[in-house]
């Protein structure tokens, strides 16, 4: 299902985890679970991934996250204000120590000129630490394209969480 590329990222995550004593909950929204799926492809997850929510809609963004429907109406569900919020209530939800958001349009409608195709925002946020919020604009690229690229951004921002001290 995924990649060696991405694989190998995964059993490199799920190690770094182990090592630090770190487990993830991850708030996705057009990934749909993909970033959850992958790590849960390495074998010993279990001790890392302690669970991943996928919050399609506004409204499960707000009722399973917590994420203020004030904040959806006045930035959208594509924005870094959801992203961070997005962040935030996984963690609250949670007994995870580390939490990676990602919400945008992947395609190939739903974009605006202010919101295109390929934008996606994505947010980490350690317990004690401060968010780490991050803009992508992949362009015109395939769904698949899109959700893929976002995965390994996913995959990024958690590495530097494991890894700030």
Known sequence: MYDSELQARAVALVALYKTAGLSVVTAESCTGGLVAGLITEVPGSSAVLERGFVTYSNAA?????????????????????????????????????VAVAITGVAGPDGGTPDKPVGLVQFACLRRGAAVVAREMRFGPLTRGAIRRASIVIALDLLTEAARAS
């Open 61 to 97: 963004k707000a009722q399973s996250l917590g994420v203020p429907t004030a904040t959806l109406r006045r930035f959208g569900a594509v924005s870094t204000e959801t992203a961070q919020a997005m962040a935030a209530g996984a963690l609250a939800h949670s007994m995870a120590g």
